[in-house]
């Protein structure tokens, strides 16, 4: 189909309703426009001069509210922009990917929900578990003012054996990059797996604190920001953050 027999949906939809074309936007990326019967949410797509456009009974053209996305990341990938070889974890942000489990607090997945999504509380790379992306610019303060006093958990895999008196020194007195660092929480979870409650410093020092007292990471997976768990929540998938879920 040529663009010379084609018209943009807002265009069309903006003339069908004599509104604004900003008024168009929003109709249709809230999902209340349908196209032939199927619900199209980019307003730039093109459409033929013969197709049907319908608005939903009712709608209102209103901006689609803000969502925050948790998701769970694999070993491997940066929250932020991609890089070399390493791919961004927004990439995994897509319908596809929503956790089956998961009842969303959106009827509809929209489009929108994936645009400018920010990133925040970062772990690192080689590390797994939950990450935070947010539009809502609330959400996006809370993390960061708050971002010290969010008490993250986290379980790491180590090899190695632990120095004597390496359990107390990993609770209180350790040194990273010439800084004292807050207390922890650090308990075994297991013969090789230890389970990390900190506050005030970011999952990054873990390494070097194990490294401290004889310990190798060969893993590091965040199961918690806050009160907000990744509990179940499969890897590579993600799900919304619920009205009623506080960080």
Same mark, same amino acid.
């Given at each position: 189909?040529?663009?010379?027999?084609?018209?943009?949906?807002?265009?069309? @939809?903006?003339?069908?309703?004599?509104?604004?074309?900003?008024?168009?936007?929003?109709?249709?990326?809230?999902?209340?426009?349908?196209?032939? =019967?199927?619900?199209?949410?980019?307003?730039? #797509?093109? *459409? =033929? *001069?013969?197709?049907?456009?319908?608005?939903?009974?009712?709608?209102?053209?209103?901006?689609?509210?803000?969502? #925050?996305?948790? @998701?769970?990341?694999?070993?491997?990938? #940066?929250?932020?922009?991609?890089?070399?070889?390493?791919?961004?974890?927004?990439?995994?942000? #897509?319908?596809?990917?929503?956790?089956?489990?998961?009842?969303?607090?959106?009827?509809?997945? @929209?489009?929108?929900?994936?645009?400018?999504?920010?990133?925040?509380?970062?772990?690192?790379?080689p590390g797994s578990g939950l990450v935070i992306y947010t539009?809502?610019?609330?959400?996006?303060?809370?993390?960061?003012?708050?971002?010290?006093?969010?008490?993250?958990?986290?379980?790491?895999?180590?090899?190695?054996? *632990?120095?004597?008196?390496?359990?107390?020194?990993?609770?209180?007195?350790? *040194?990273?990059?010439?800084?004292?660092?807050?207390?922890?929480?650090?308990? /075994?979870?297991?013969?090789?797996?230890?389970? +990390?409650?900190?506050?005030? +410093?970011?999952?990054?020092?873990?390494?070097?604190?194990?490294?401290?007292?004889?310990?190798?990471?060969?893993?590091?997976?965040?199961?918690?920001?806050?009160?907000?768990?990744?509990?179940?929540?499969?890897? =590579?998938? /993600?799900?919304?953050?619920?009205? /009623?879920?506080?960080?």
């Amino acid at each position: 189909m040529s663009q010379t027999e084609s018209v943009r949906l807002s265009k069309r @939809l903006a003339e069908q309703q004599n509104c604004s074309r900003r008024e168009a936007e929003l109709y249709i990326e809230a999902g209340h426009v349908q196209v032939d =019967g199927q619900v199209v949410l980019v307003p730039g #797509t093109h *459409i =033929g *001069i013969g197709q049907q456009v319908r608005l939903a009974p009712g709608a209102k053209p209103e901006p689609v509210p803000p969502v #925050t996305l948790l @998701l769970h990341k694999p070993a491997g990938y #940066t929250q932020g922009d991609a890089y070399g070889r390493v791919p961004s974890a927004r990439s995994l942000l #897509t319908e596809k990917n929503l956790a089956a489990y998961d009842a969303p607090a959106p009827v509809r997945v @929209l489009e929108h929900h994936f645009a400018g999504q920010l990133a925040y509380l970062p772990i690192p790379v080689p590390g797994s578990g939950l990450v935070i992306y947010t539009q809502d610019p609330r959400i996006a303060r809370k993390l960061e003012e708050d971002a010290y006093a969010l008490e993250q958990e986290i379980v790491v895999g180590v090899k190695g054996k *632990i120095a004597e008196g390496g359990l107390q020194r990993l609770c209180h007195g350790l *040194i990273a990059d010439r800084q004292p660092l807050p207390p922890a929480k650090v308990s /075994w979870q297991n013969e090789d797996h230890l389970r +990390f409650a900190i506050k005030g +410093f970011w999952p990054d020092k873990i390494e070097a604190m194990c490294a401290a007292v004889g310990l190798q990471v060969v893993s590091l997976r965040r199961l918690r920001v806050g009160r907000v768990s990744m509990a179940k929540l499969p890897q =590579g998938q /993600w799900r919304y953050l619920l009205p /009623w879920e506080k960080f």
